[in-house]
């Protein structure tokens, strides 16, 4: 009798249906409180992350609901007015708990200060032209041989694939970056670019530009720091195996 007694106990201690029944009323109670949250729950203030160029005045002046349930808001609609502002890549909304709308922008990257005669402005890979900022600047190439009007017009040429190819590898190669401080897209010669010491023209034609900068830096690299630079005049590395140079007459 007393070993049935014990038995019997032993396996109502490990009947699970107690904890199941305690974890479905919990779960039941934070369904039931999230849904009362969200009823209830109203907007009442926004905040910026990510934004540099673009000011958080100017993202101010979007015009974001608030005082309503974030069911209610045109999450599509407020986007689109914020992508509309020149810097603004990407706009990211979510709502915090504690009913604070955040708006997380990505912005366009200069990649070239674009020139036009007395005009400059900055422009992004993708082609698309944006105004300078007062106080903040970026350590990027000058870029000639393109139009630097009108603002938020984009530059979908051919010729500006090719410049935007380069100076994205330009970017990611350091000696390349250091050494290159201005580039021109011509038709003749495709892209040329004038280094920051003494202005010697190096011309990187159309296309191909990985292995070039490749042998530009090997050639700076081996001849140009025993030469110097003051000897260069040009250096073309258009050609497949060989780099033409003409140096100063001396």
Same mark, same amino acid.
């Given at each position: *009798?007393?070993?049935?007694? /014990?038995?019997?106990? /032993? ?11 305690? %974890?479905?009323?919990?779960?039941? *109670? ?10 209830? *729950? /109203?907007?009442?203030?926004?905040? &910026?992350?990510? $934004? ?13 609901? =608030?005082? !309503?349930?974030?069911?209610?808001? #045109? ?6 007015? &914020? @992508? ?15 009913? @604070? ?16 005669? =007395? ?8 082609? !698309? ?12 190439? !000058?870029?000639?041989? &393109?139009? %630097? /009007?009108?603002?938020? #017009?984009?530059? $979908? ?7 935007? $190819?380069?100076?994205?590898? +330009?970017? $990611? ?9 201005? +580039? ?8 040329? %670019? ?9 011309? &990187?034609g159309k296309g191909d530009y990985a292995n070039r900068l490749r042998n530009w830096e090997a050639f700076y690299g081996k001849v140009i720091k025993q030469k110097?630079?003051?000897? *260069?005049?040009?250096? #073309? ?6 780099? +033409? ?6």
């Amino acid at each position: *009798m007393t070993k049935d007694e /014990t038995h019997n106990d /032993t396996k109502s201690s490990k009947n699970p249906l107690p904890w199941i029944a305690g %974890a479905v009323l919990i779960l039941g *109670m934070a369904i039931v409180g999230g849904l009362y949250w969200s009823a209830n *729950m /109203t907007v009442e203030q926004v905040r &910026f992350e990510g $934004n540099y160029f673009v000011s958080s005045d100017e993202l101010e002046k979007v015009e974001v609901p =608030t005082g !309503i349930n974030p069911d209610s808001l #045109d999450y599509a609609d407020i986007r689109r007015q &914020f @992508e509309q502002l020149p810097y603004v890549r990407r706009a990211d909304i979510s709502v915090e708990p504690n009913g @604070e709308l955040l708006v997380d922008i990505t912005e366009r990257k200069p990649i070239a200060l674009l020139a036009e005669g =007395t005009t400059k402005v900055y422009v992004d890979h993708e082609g !698309i032209r944006l105004p300078k900022v007062l106080g903040k600047t970026v350590d990027v190439p !000058i870029l000639y041989g &393109f139009s %630097a /009007t009108p603002l938020g #017009d984009t530059l $979908n040429s051919k010729a500006f694939e090719y410049a935007s $190819n380069f100076l994205k590898t +330009v970017h $990611n190669k350091n000696v390349s970056n250091a050494t290159i401080s201005e +580039v021109a897209w011509t038709k003749k010669e495709g892209i040329v %670019a004038l280094t920051n010491q003494n202005g010697v023209k190096l011309i &990187f034609g159309k296309g191909d530009y990985a292995n070039r900068l490749r042998n530009w830096e090997a050639f700076y690299g081996k001849v140009i720091k025993q030469k110097g630079i003051k000897a *260069m005049r040009s250096v #073309d590395l258009r050609f497949q195996g060989q780099i +033409v140079t003409r140096e100063k007459e001396t």
